[in-house]
Structures are given as structure tokens and as C-alpha cells.
């Protein structure tokens, strides 16, 4: 986009107009983004441009033929604002190098360090994830909310 900041915000009243978001799917970085709402991130965090991290922009290399350097510096996201406000959120985690940073998503409270543990407060979170990812959990215990 020509300017990507009017561009979010257009993108934004565009969602909102058309009712909100019915089904968010998300998936779960490693520093605990969801969408492109890196750390530190608010839970009424609206839609707009924003850097990546390095460690973002890392994980997202295979899809620019495996160069980090190739991923964009910038990227615009639906805010937690609006993935909150989803009628229903299904996060899909897959992978043991997620396992710690999903234990602090559902099992700490939430916190603009883990922008993933707002989802918490989603009363139509659906939470999918393998046995590598689920291994850090406390399956005793019951996510917080």
C-alpha cells in the first residue's frame, strides 16, 4: 500500500462495516504474536502497520524462499482488538518449540509481553494443538480466563 497506516485503518472500518470477523484463525509465534501483534501489545490493540521482529520475520522466511532478509520489515494486522471481538477464535499450535510459549499463552495471566494471552478473555476460544505443543501444559489445570 501507497500508505500503509491509512491503509490499516481503512482495512479496519471495512471489518467493522461488514459485521466483524465470524472465525479468527490464528497461530501462535513464538515470542507469543498472534496475527502480526507483536510484543508488547495491548488486548485493545486496533488494526494497523506495524515492524516485525526479527524473530517474526525469521519464523516467516520459508515463505520468501527461506531469506529472513526477503520477509518485510512491516506488516499490517487485524488488531487483538478485533481478533477479540471475533465471534469464535480457533488457535492451531503445532511443534515443541511452541510448547513453552502456549503454556504462557493459556496458563499465566494475561500480558502485553504474550499478546497471545489475551485470548484468555475470548469466551469462543478453541485451542488445537499437537502432543509436542501440549507438553508444557499443565493439563490439570484449567486455562485462566
Given at each position: 500500500?501507497?500508505?500503509?497506516?491509512?491503509?490499516?485503518r481503512?482495512?479496519?472500518?471495512?471489518v467493522?462495516?461488514a459485521?466483524?470477523?465470524?472465525?479468527?484463525?490464528l497461530?501462535l509465534?513464538s515470542?507469543?504474536?498472534?496475527?502480526?501483534?507483536?510484543?508488547?501489545?495491548?488486548?485493545d490493540?486496533p488494526?494497523?502497520?506495524?515492524?516485525?521482529?526479527?524473530?517474526?520475520?525469521?519464523?516467516n522466511?520459508a515463505a520468501?524462499g527461506g531469506d529472513?532478509s526477503?520477509v518485510?520489515?512491516?506488516?499490517?494486522t487485524l488488531?487483538?482488538a478485533?481478533?477479540l471481538?471475533?465471534?469464535?477464535?480457533?488457535?492451531?499450535?503445532t511443534?515443541?518449540?511452541?510448547?513453552?510459549i502456549l503454556?504462557?499463552?493459556l496458563?499465566e495471566?494475561?500480558?502485553?509481553?504474550?499478546?497471545?494471552?489475551?485470548?484468555?478473555?475470548?469466551p469462543h476460544?478453541?485451542?488445537?494443538?499437537?502432543a509436542?505443543?501440549?507438553?508444557?501444559?499443565?493439563?490439570?489445570?484449567?486455562a485462566?480466563s
Amino acid at each position: 500500500a501507497a500508505d500503509p497506516d491509512a491503509e490499516a485503518r481503512r482495512y479496519g472500518a471495512a471489518v467493522a462495516a461488514a459485521g466483524g470477523i465470524a472465525l479468527q484463525l490464528l497461530g501462535l509465534g513464538s515470542n507469543g504474536h498472534v496475527g502480526f501483534n507483536e510484543p508488547p501489545c495491548t488486548a485493545d490493540a486496533p488494526c494497523r502497520c506495524l515492524a516485525l521482529s526479527g524473530a517474526t520475520r525469521l519464523q516467516n522466511a520459508a515463505a520468501f524462499g527461506g531469506d529472513p532478509s526477503a520477509v518485510p520489515t512491516r506488516a499490517i494486522t487485524l488488531g487483538t482488538a478485533e481478533i477479540l471481538a471475533a465471534r469464535r477464535v480457533l488457535l492451531v499450535v503445532t511443534g515443541s518449540a511452541k510448547a513453552e510459549i502456549l503454556r504462557r499463552s493459556l496458563q499465566e495471566p494475561p500480558d502485553p509481553l504474550v499478546p497471545a494471552s489475551w485470548l484468555q478473555q475470548h469466551p469462543h476460544l478453541q485451542v488445537v494443538v499437537d502432543a509436542a505443543a501440549a507438553a508444557a501444559l499443565d493439563l490439570g489445570r484449567p486455562a485462566l480466563s
